[in-house]
């Protein structure tokens, strides 16, 4: 691919796409955290999504090696390592991109099309983990604090969604300092989740519409 779409572009955004045999190699540099599929990755200026297709592949490629003949299990790790990504980019059609390139790849590998409830599940996990926003003022386009949600398995097919504020999980490494006034306390007594949501299932989550919360309560 070009690595440039215009001049402009690169000159008001500083747009340059980085080739695919240099995001391979930064990804060498911690293969291990790439091939667990419950590591958590954040592309702050995603783009259309290079980094992000290299991850979900070696996550997919994790589960292919460990549940490939578990197809109820295959389907629910992959989802969870779709869940462990996320990105933040500038310019709105770049996020668009990003999400179809994600989708496109995990529909593939579990041989689904876009009617399957695991890929409605998919997109809309999609559209809280990749956000339309700056990374360094961690303010959506709208001007809204950027919100992640935390994903886990509970196992059975179960998942548990926790939305944190990104500007309020940066600070973790302040106040975790020995200096800190705060450092006696554990973080989960300072950085509480902005919303909690109930179990869900893959139909609960295909169903679900991205009601993720603008503000902290």
Known sequence: MTLIRSKKRVADHGEVFTPGWMVDAMLDLVREETERIDSRFLEPACG???????VLQRKLAAVELKYAKAEFDKKHYALLGLMCIYGIELLADNVDECRENLIEIFAEYLNADESDDIVKAAANVLSANLI?????????HAGDPIVFSEW????????????????????????SAEDSLF???????IFMPVKTYPAMIVRDLAAASDDTPKEAA
């Open 152 to 175: 886990g398995y509970l196992g059975r097919g179960k998942f548990q969604r926790r939305d944190f504020r990104l500007d309020v999980l940066t600070g973790s490494s302040k106040f």
């Open 48 to 54: 259309s999504g290079n980094f992000l297709v290299k």
């Open 183 to 189: 450092a006696h306390l554990g973080k989960h007594e």
């Open 132 to 140: 339309h926003g700056d990374a360094l003022t961690m303010r959506t």
